[in-house]
């Protein structure tokens, strides 16, 4: 990507069936530490602390260190036989999720900004799989809460839309929008979402 991400960290949770996805830049240790504590403590948070975890025999000594001093334990998978660990499968269907989602774009969308995507492609993932705790619940539902359309609606991933200028913001006889592209709702405001201006090459709050 055009932030320098080249790789995804994906965390399945078994128990809200939830698979969860984080860019980082490399495949070192400490990106991919650092991935692992974020995703790990979103789920303490939502009261859904880990017990065990099944990782493959990648996994370096400095986040088997981080486990432990996490008091988590943990498992690797025997060489060669990756059907042992559930988090396999779940790669495969971010994947093709993501792909997917990519196809939806507009022609026109630039590729370099697919890592600002994530967010939207994990929140429509986990809206379709069932919670294992809650079967009524979604996997969202499981670890974040209802999801309130009304409030964050969602529109097709890398659309090419127009944002509306301010009077204070633009020229006399300037045009009253801008071209952008829609990348993902704002969770934080109130009917907004996150758009990436073609003129400033920067993501805005509209």
């Known amino acids: 990507s055009s932030r320098g991400l080249n790789y995804l ?3 399945y949770d078994y128990n809200s069936n939830s698979i969860h996805a984080e860019p980082i830049p490399n495949r070192k240790a400490e990106s991919i530490k650092a991935a692992f504590a974020k995703i790990h403590n979103m789920l303490v948070l939502a009261g859904l602390r880990p017990k065990l975890h099944r990782l493959d025999n990648e996994c370096s000594k400095l986040l088997k260190d981080y486990m432990t ?8 998978t025997p060489s060669g036989i990756h059907c042992r660990n559930a988090a396999e499968r779940a790669i495969q269907t971010y994947k093709n999720h993501f792909i997917a ?5 507009d022609p026109n969308f ?3 900004l697919w890592d600002l995507l994530i967010p939207q492609a994990t929140l429509t993932l986990n809206l379709l799989r069932g919670s294992r705790l ?6 969202w539902a499981q670890v974040h809460g209802p999801y309130d359309f009304n409030k964050h609606p ?8 127009v944002i509306h200028e301010k009077p204070h913001n633009r020229k ?16 934080e405001s109130y009917r907004c979402y996150h758009c990436w201006t073609w003129q400033t090459r920067t993501l805005r709050n509209n």
């Open 134 to 139: 809650n079967p009524k619940l979604s996997a």
């Open 101 to 105: 989602f990519l196809c939806t774009t």
């Open 154 to 161: 969602i529109a097709p991933p890398g659309t090419h839309v």
């Open 110 to 112: 630039p590729l370099h």
């Open 172 to 187: 006399t006889w300037a045009p009253h929008g801008i071209d952008a592209w829609y990348i993902g709702p704002n969770l």
């Open 69 to 76: 001093a996490e008091d988590l334990d943990w498992q690797t």
């Open 9 to 11: 960290f994906v965390f």
